[in-house]
C-alpha cells in the first residue's frame, strides 16, 4: 500500500512569513499533485509535477518534485490569509484509471 | 460548465435510515470516484469507477454501495445509516489515458447520522 505522510499536519503563520510543507513517501510515484480546499468546498488542483528534480512556480508558491519521485515539497513566501487553507498531494502510482493516493494534508492558517 | 455536482449539500439521518448521495459530472470523464473526508483522517476512497459499468471498492467500502448509472452518474447509497457515517462526503471525476489529469471534486455534501 503507498502512503503518502505530509508535514506538519497544522501551521499558524504571520502574514508575511515564509512556510515549507512536505509530503514524504516510500513508494516511487509516477506523478505528484497539490491541491488546496478551502474551507466548504471540495480540493482544488494546484500543480502537478512529473519528473524527478522537478520545479515549478505559482506566483508565490514553489513546487518540488524529489529527484527519486518518493517525495515533493511546497513552499509558499510571504504568506499572505488568502492562502489559509488544507494543502493535499497526491500521488499517482500510473497513468490511466489508478485512483490517486492522497496524503492527510496541511492545514495552513495565515494570520493578517 | 457546471463540473461535478452533488446533492443534496446537506443530510441528516437516523441510526437505520438510508439515503443516495447523488453526482453527476459533465467533463466527458471515464473515471469517478467517492471520498469521505474526517477531520485527521484526510481523504478516504470509498469506492471508484474506471469506467461506465465498472465499480471497484477503494480503502474504506463497508456499509456503502454505488451505483454507475450512465458516464456522466454515479450515485453512492448508504443502506443502513451508522453515526460512524458522519462525515462530508465528495464526489470527484478524472479523466483516463496517458497522462496525470486534474481531479475534479465536487462540493461536497455534510452528512450527519444521529
Known amino acids: 500500500t503507498q502512503l503518502l505522510e505530509q508535514s506538519p499536519q497544522f501551521l499558524s503563520i504571520q502574514e508575511g512569513e515564509n512556510l515549507t510543507v512536505y509530503c514524504n513517501s516510500s513508494?516511487?510515484?509516477?506523478?505528484l499533485q497539490w491541491y488546496r480546499q478551502e474551507p466548504g468546498e471540495g480540493p482544488v488542483l494546484l500543480v502537478t509535477?512529473?519528473?524527478?528534480?522537478e520545479v515549478k512556480k505559482l506566483k508565490r508558491l514553489t513546487f518540488q518534485f524529489g529527484d527519486a519521485r518518493k517525495d515533493s515539497s511546497l513552499h509558499i513566501t510571504a504568506a499572505q490569509p488568502g492562502d489559509t487553507g488544507l494543502y493535499l498531494c497526491?500521488?499517482?502510482?500510473?497513468?490511466?484509471?489508478?485512483?490517486?493516493?492522497f496524503g492527510k494534508g496541511t492545514r495552513l492558517s495565515v494570520i493578517a | 460548465n457546471a463540473g461535478v455536482t452533488q446533492t443534496p449539500k446537506f443530510q441528516v439521518l437516523k441510526t437505520g435510515q438510508s439515503m443516495t448521495l447523488q453526482c453527476a459530472q459533465d467533463?466527458?470523464?471515464?473515471?469517478m470516484y467517492w471520498y469521505r473526508q474526517d477531520p485527521g483522517m484526510g481523504l478516504r476512497l470509498i469506492y471508484y469507477?474506471?469506467?461506465?459499468?465498472?465499480?471497484d471498492k477503494g480503502e474504506v467500502p463497508n456499509g456503502y454501495n454505488v451505483s454507475r448509472l450512465n458516464k456522466r452518474e454515479f450515485s453512492l447509497r448508504l443502506e443502513s445509516a451508522a453515526p460512524s457515517q458522519t462525515s462530508v462526503y465528495f464526489c470527484?471525476?478524472?479523466?483516463?489515458?496517458?497522462?496525470?489529469?486534474?481531479?475534479?471534486f465536487g462540493p461536497g455534501t455534510r452528512l450527519t447520522v444521529t
Open positions: 509535477v512529473v519528473t524527478g528534480g
Open positions: 467533463m466527458n470523464h471515464n473515471s
Open positions: 469507477s474506471a469506467s461506465e459499468g465498472t465499480t
Open positions: 513508494s516511487v510515484f509516477s506523478s
Open positions: 470527484a471525476s478524472r479523466r483516463s489515458g496517458p497522462d496525470f489529469g486534474e481531479q475534479y
Open positions: 497526491a500521488g499517482a502510482v500510473r497513468s490511466g484509471n489508478t485512483p490517486l493516493v
